[in-house]
Structure formats: C-alpha cells, structure tokens
C-alpha cells in the first residue's frame, strides 16, 4: 500500500546540480517524517537528510551540509533533494525512506563523474 518512487538522478559532472524527487502514496504524507539515505558503492546505506512531518525541521549529515538542500510539498505528496556543488564522492544510489513505516523507494543512481 505504501509506495514510494524516486527519481530525477542521473550522470552529472563535478560541481553540477540535480534535484532528486519521491513521490509517495498510500499513508498521510503530511504526517510523516522522511528522509533520504544515499548507499555508495561497496559501502552501507548512510543518513543524508532528513526533514520532520510538521514545520520542516531538517537535518543533514555533515558532508552535505550548505550544499544539499531537503524539502517537501504535502499538497503533492513530494519529497525533494536539491543537490548542489556535487563531488564525487556523492555518487550513490539514494532512497526514500520513511522510517516509522520502515518503507523505502527503489533509489535512483547519482553518478558524479568528469
């Protein structure tokens, strides 16, 4: 019942932007708090950001910190990760996830690469 699908990555250069969308569905979205974990090759799935279900409290992990931007739209059931000043070391699959409904999209694939 509960669905969530990620999209907007994709291969962008060094310093480049994308901004990664999750659409979700089958729960009250405005309620929920989500969040976006990113899992780098060969690594564990790790926390980049999160945002609270009420007056968009955020959070991030250090290394995306003034460069990572999350946010949502309740009116249309959207959760955002603006990407900015991407380094290589960003590339990952990043998911959507819901923790108190233990939920996850099936990622999408950043790849920053020259």
């Known amino acids: 019942q509960v669905q969530l699908v990620e999209s907007g990555g994709g291969l962008v250069q060094p310093g480049g932007s994308l901004r990664l969308s999750c659409a979700a569905s089958?729960?009250?979205?405005?309620?929920?708090?989500m969040s976006w974990y990113g899992q780098a090759p060969g690594k564990e799935r790790e926390l980049v950001a999160s945002?609270?279900?009420?007056?968009?409290?955020?959070n991030y992990a250090d290394s995306v910190k003034g460069r990572f931007t999350i946010s949502r739209d309740n009116a249309k059931n959207t959760m955002y990760l603006q990407m900015n000043s991407l380094k290589p070391e960003d590339t990952a699959v990043y998911f959507c996830?819901?923790?108190?409904?233990?939920?996850w999209g099936q990622g999408t694939l950043v790849t920053v690469s020259s």
């Open positions: 089958g729960f009250t979205f405005s309620k929920y708090a």
């Open positions: 945002i609270s279900g009420a007056y968009d409290i955020t």
């Open positions: 996830n819901v923790g108190s409904l233990d939920a």
